[in-house]
């Protein structure tokens, strides 16, 4: 089964730019989406499709795919950014989808 | 406004059975594949099962196939998860979610249901 490697924590200072990675094996060629769940509350779609955003998303927050490795970018960190941070991918043959580890973002 | 919401947690025995519902709201529901997405208590998510919008679809994980079965009824506007021969490492929150059959990405989330498996 295919798996995604997310980094358990990373840390920020506010204001800085925070950057969450998620391995896979030639994860580039597929479609990473990142999710933010906050304590007690249901995960938000934050990143779909690599690098697009839903509506009511800030700019603050893009992402990249290339090779193997998918990055979220949260620029210009602010202490509502503190939560956990899921990427995921889908597996078309199964109609499954496959979920990272969890990274916690804490902001400093 | 589109809502979802799931009912039917509870606790229950190893080796036992219960019924989850997800009622849709603020969509056309028809239209939309949906899943179950669990999370086991401080542990990370954990796709289950999802089924396509006309409901001729269905999808398991393999930790759950044989034991779950998903289906829905559209003109209810609702979902369903049938668990049977539950064990402890099912133990988790459950969420109803939508989701985008061709990128597989979860747009709307509920607040999920609990299911506890313990004797």
């Known amino acids: 089964s295919y798996v995604l490697t997310q980094p358990p924590s990373v840390s920020v200072a506010p204001g800085k730019t925070a950057s969450i990675t998620c391995g896979g094996n030639n994860i580039g060629n597929k479609n990473v989406h990142w999710y933010q769940q906050n304590p007690g509350q249901a995960p938000v779609l934050v990143v779909y499709d690599d690098r697009d955003r839903p509506s009511g998303i800030p700019e603050r927050f893009s992402g990249s795919n290339s090779g193997n490795t998918a990055t979220l970018t949260i620029s210009r960190v602010e202490a509502g950014d503190e939560a956990d941070y899921y990427c995921q991918v889908w597996n078309s043959t199964s109609h499954q989808g496959v979920f990272g580890g969890r990274t916690k973002l804490t902001v400093l | 406004e589109v809502k979802v919401l799931e009912s039917g947690g509870g606790l229950v025995q190893p080796g036992g059975s219960l019924r989850l519902s997800c009622a849709a709201s603020?969509?056309?529901?028809?239209?939309?594949?949906m899943a179950w997405v669990r999370q086991a208590p401080g542990k990370g998510l954990e796709w289950v099962s999802g089924?396509?919008?006309?409901?001729?679809?269905?999808y398991y994980a393999d930790s759950v196939k044989g034991r779950f079965t998903i289906s829905r009824d559209n003109s209810k506007n609702t979902m369903y998860l049938l668990m049977n021969s539950l064990r402890g490492e099912d133990t988790a929150l459950y969420y109803c979610?939508?989701?985008?059959?061709?990128?597989?990405?979860?747009?709307?989330w509920g607040q999920g249901t609990l299911v506890t498996v313990s004797s």
């Open positions: 979610a939508t989701y985008d059959t061709w990128s597989g990405y979860i747009d709307y």
């Open positions: 603020g969509f056309t529901f028809d239209n939309y594949a």
């Open positions: 089924i396509s919008g006309g409901g001729g679809q269905t």
